[in-house]
């Protein structure tokens, strides 16, 4: 325990250098409701990433979300550049999709047996996902990674996956090495309680590199089950792969005998309506959801080829099951979700708001003299402070970690809640608006002159 304390201390030293000014944010109710929480819930909050870690300071406790804007227990309103974490594509609270749960409820929250509402989704989510013939519904992330991986060994029956560093997968046990997100966050290589033999068979290697894939597939031959990726990297901050990297990477599996699988559960729906896999025209063997199908409700899914799929119980023998799997209302929340998203225009707005953003932030940094590079795809954007550019999780961690810290806390002081981490991506929704950017952007350059 002691040694897992001093390896945080080690590489976090964010710790030390909290150099806080909170006199101009009045946070005394989130202040007294945090400090309750730790002595509740370890570290306070139910997901790492949540309690500020890696930029230092007070998290902010919230309240309520609308739109584009959240608010917290002490009443301060702020622009939400994190929308859950995707779900909230559409905007926060969406009356259409509060009203269609409203009026689903009225029948009950779960039936534990088949229910209409699941036809209608999966229908939806294989007539958008060009790799998806067949869809199984779960209740994460997690849960559908650590399913497709169960699918990827049955179906090969080969053990090895390959993986890559930054790239996060959920928290199960075989994808927690060289893991983005929170794992990336608080600087932790591995996880204490993952045995080793639990991920032997787990291979990583750094994105956009295909010759580091390719070594890895020749060391390992007939053992390697597929290649999961995120096809966007939105976990070890906002990083794009490379012209040529997904078909290198089709080109690859095909030539092993492994299987493709894209891990869509954070671009899927927000890339484009059928994610990453449309925009950039490679179709994976497999495919995980979560996030926005669930509209903000949990939900997971994996799907992919029908032959493949056949493979799942009880059409075939590899078990997997859930108690609140596909239940009504989160079933209705993502129905709704999609159809907001397919109404007109609607990816051409988000890729216009998040381009004025992130152009006007790295504006914003040159005007001040500060490196920074980023970039943005759709309604997905990411910003570091180095001089980039940025194709791997090793690029990404030349951040200066320090300057990301203080520009955080400044712009929280200015009304804009962004991810509490430089290894994170942003994301903006249908409710931003062209006041809510021009107002971050200004905020931005305030902050920044003051680095
Ligand atoms: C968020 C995320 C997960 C995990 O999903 P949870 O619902 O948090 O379990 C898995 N993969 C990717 C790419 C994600 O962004």
Known sequence: ??????????HNPTEERVLVNTATLKTTRSEEIFAAAQKLMPGGVNSPVRAFKSVGGQPIVFDRVKGSHIWDVDGNEYIDY????GPAICGHAHPEVTQALHDVLEKGTSF????????VLAEMVIDAVPSIEMVRFVNSGTEACMAVLRLMRAFTGRDKL???EGCYHGHADMFLVKAGSGVATLGLPDSPG????????TLTAPYNDLQAVRSLFEENPDQVSGVILEPIVGNAGFIPPDAGFLEGLRELTREYGALLVFDEVMTGFRIAY???QQKFGVTPDLTTLGKIIGGGLPVGA???RRDIMAMVAPAGPMYQAGTLSGNPLAMTAGIKTLELLQRSNTYEQLERITKKLSDGLLQAAKETGHAACGGNISGMFGFFFTE??????EDAKHSDLNKFGRFHRGMLERGVYLAPSQFEAGFTSLAHTDEDIDRTIAAAREVMSGL
């Not at 993952?194 to 032997?200: E, G, L, N, Q």
């Open 302 to 304: 994996y799907g992919g």
């Open 1 to 10: 325990m002691q040694l897992w304390r001093d390896a945080l201390r080690r």
């Open 162 to 164: 390959i993986k890559f």
């Open 82 to 85: 994190i929308g859950s974490w």
């Open 388 to 393: 980039g550019p940025v194709h791997s999780y």
């Open 194 to 201: 993952v045995p080793k033999s639990t991920t032997a068979n």
């Open 274 to 276: 059928g994610g990453a």
């Open 112 to 119: 534990g047996a088949p229910c209409y509402l699941e036809n």
